[in-house]
């Protein structure tokens, strides 16, 4: 008689381990946790990083303990078992756990417990789903349509920043220790980083403008661009695409040259220093295409005026596909029912509340959008918060 596959025993790619069932590594199927839900982890960083398991495993100091399943059929009662078939494969009781790939210096050695908690931490893509808990290693696999192109990237977008003289900064440092850590092909710099409020025309004459200086908004942008880059620039071999598509804010420097002509060649967007930080410096409202999604700081809607968009559903009306914008203060995110383009409003970026915006306008949504799997216009997108930043990443 031959059995069928489940009752058949082989090696797991990641521990080598007996592993039965149709899946490559320990803790694919049947909801399985600790140390068996380890070998999937470490499987799936593994491709997605383009190693071998255990080369992997040494490189990021993760030990991978050797676990042998039970077959089918052997069903524990306390620490008794019942076998209900003689099978192929290795002894399947349980052997004294063996660290066989990690670090050199743990080689050999008994593993430590296998936290529960770790199985919280949010993978690239967000939350681990486990499998059902009655889910079969033979269903049938249904194949999920290809999106086609070459190979997907991920962005990481930084809403308007607005930063000044005696606003905090703190949260550039977050930023940029998240950016060192995930590593994205492409960080985008939506516009208004620097606030430039000595520019401003809006309160000039009134109380609060008083103690401006555009020294001091110079100042303050080239610090909070320093804290922004430096934690991924002393990162060795990484060098991501850096674009930054200027607002309306730092066309302040422009506006104010043009209106007082007296200016020219002693004001300029230079002052601000982005090129040297390794910024590929868009002019303010081009429109920069890259992966298939737009970016620019707004979008003019469709009307005459060229007013911006008031809503990520105009936006993707408006540009007939995937396109992320700043400018507005809110959050607000479109996909299009058949294409999956997406539009979306991308927030702000900075921990100090404006006045203009009034205690309505400031409970908005601070963060960073992260957009994951950047194929061809589709993505998927990711929404990280300021705080979450803080606590992970100060």
Same mark, same amino acid.
């Given at each position: ?19 039965? &069932?149709?899946?490559?590594? $320990?803790?694919?199927?049947? *909801? +399985?946790?600790?140390? /068996?839900?380890?070998?999937? #982890? %470490? ?122 003289? &005696?606003?905090?900064?703190? $949260?550039?440092?977050?930023? *940029? +220790?998240?950016?060192? /850590?995930?590593?994205?092909? #492409? %960080? ?132 007939? *596909? ?73």
């Amino acid at each position: 008689m031959t059995l069928p596959k489940r009752y058949l025993s082989k090696p797991c790619v990641v521990c080598g381990g007996a592993l039965f &069932g149709t899946g490559e590594a $320990h803790g694919t199927a049947r *909801g +399985r946790t600790g140390t /068996a839900r380890r070998c999937y #982890v %470490v499987l799936r960083n593994a491709r997605r990083a383009g190693m071998e398991p255990k080369a992997y495993a040494a490189a990021i100091g993760e030990p991978i303990v050797r676990h042998d399943d039970a077959p089918p059929g052997m069903q524990r009662t306390g620490n008794q078992k019942t076998p209900a078939l003689v099978l192929a494969g290795p002894d399947v009781r349980d052997p004294e756990p063996v660290i066989v790939a990690g670090p050199p210096e743990l080689a050999g050695e008994a593993p430590e417990p296998f936290p529960e908690a770790a199985l919280e931490i949010p993978s690239d893509h967000g939350t681990i789903f486990e499998a059902r808990p009655d889910a079969d290693d033979d269903a049938p696999s249904f194949p999920f349509p290809s999106l086609g192109g070459g190979p997907a990237s991920r962005h990481v977008v930084i809403p308007d920043v607005q930063t000044k003289d &005696g606003v905090p900064s703190v $949260h550039l440092d977050w930023i *940029g +220790r998240y950016i060192a /850590a995930k590593q994205p092909e #492409v %960080v985008v710099c939506i516009g208004d980083f620097a606030d430039l409020p000595s520019l401003s025309q809006w309160d000039k004459g009134k109380k609060a403008f008083e103690g401006r200086r555009y020294s001091l908004d110079i100042d303050a942008a080239r610090k909070s661009m320093d804290r922004l880059v430096s934690p991924w620039a002393k990162v060795p071999g990484y060098h991501p695409r850096m674009v930054l598509t200027l607002g309306n804010h730092e066309d302040r420097i422009t506006r104010a040259t043009e209106t007082a002509a007296e200016l020219d060649q002693t004001l300029g967007l230079w002052d601000l220093g982005y090129e040297a930080f390794g910024w590929d410096v868009r002019p303010y409202l081009e429109i920069v295409k890259i992966d298939g999604v737009e970016y620019s700081h707004y979008f003019a809607g469709q009307g005459a005026k060229g007013f911006p968009c008031n809503s990520a559903r105009a936006l993707l009306n408006a540009r007939g *596909g995937s396109a992320v914008m700043g400018h507005v203060q809110i959050t607000d995110c479109a996909f299009h029912p058949r294409t999956q383009a997406c539009a979306i409003f991308c927030g702000i970026c900075y921990l100090h509340d404006e006045p203009y915006l009034g205690p309505q306008g400031n409970t908005t949504r601070r963060q960073i959008v992260v957009l994951n799997e950047v194929r061809d216009g589709r993505f998927d997108p990711m929404f990280v918060s300021l705080d979450f930043l803080r606590r992970r990443y100060s």
